[in-house]
């Protein structure tokens, strides 16, 4: 398969399947219509952010955008290579090639009223969490996927223009399986 892309149909299948929304409780939290995650998070709180860096997907302009689960959407961040901000934020070289790079970030103040200072344990659990679902997701339908923890924080909080309070966690280098 050298030379195969993955389509905007398999990337919104992907993210779909693994963290959207996959229905609502009433009257959790004092919300009368409270979002329930394909992802299973603590205290349902999810508190996971999911930017998606696209580099070569077929069907979608490369850039970077954040994928929006209540209404099961890419929002457009900006609009262009991102190979100057990938090869930045990467440690690996493999990683800026990819066709999609996920990056996962936690805001702390979702967790932080309920959890205190166990929330950013409770962060990185659900984080891996939500990366094995999307990893297993991918592989259903042929794609790779590779966490990636060798990146830089303080790169990603530059090239998303991150509040303080969202902390880069991990990030997911994904494409189309080669043949072996």
């Known amino acids: 398969m050298p030379g195969a ?3 905007l149909g398999e990337l919104a299948f992907i993210l779909r399947a693994s963290i959207g929304t996959k229905g609502y409780r009433s009257n959790a939290y004092n919300v009368h219509s409270y979002p329930i995650s394909n992802a299973p998070s603590a205290g349902g709180l999810q ?14 302009a490369d850039g970077v955008y954040y994928y929006a689960p209540r209404d099961d959407e890419l929002v457009t961040i900006w609009q262009g290579r991102p190979d100057v901000d990938l090869a930045k934020i990467f440690v690996t070289d493999f990683s800026p090639r990819a066709q999609v790079s996920i990056v996962m970030t936690g805001d702390i103040r979702r967790f932080a009223w309920k ?3 166990r929330g950013y344990r409770l962060l990185n659990v659900d984080c891996g969490v939500a990366a094995g679902y999307i990893g297993l997701v991918a592989e259903s339908v ?11 924080s303080k790169d990603v ?7 303080r309070e969202e902390l880069p966690l ?10 072996q």
């Open 5 to 7: 892309r993955l389509t």
């Open 47 to 60: 508190p996971l952010n999911v930017y998606v860096y696209v580099s070569d997907v077929e069907g979608l």
């Open 115 to 117: 959890y205190g200072y």
């Open 142 to 152: 042929g794609i790779g996927s590779c966490p990636v923890a060798a990146f830089s």
């Open 157 to 163: 909080v530059t090239s998303l223009g991150l509040e």
């Open 170 to 179: 991990l990030c997911l280098s994904m494409g189309p399986k080669r043949e």
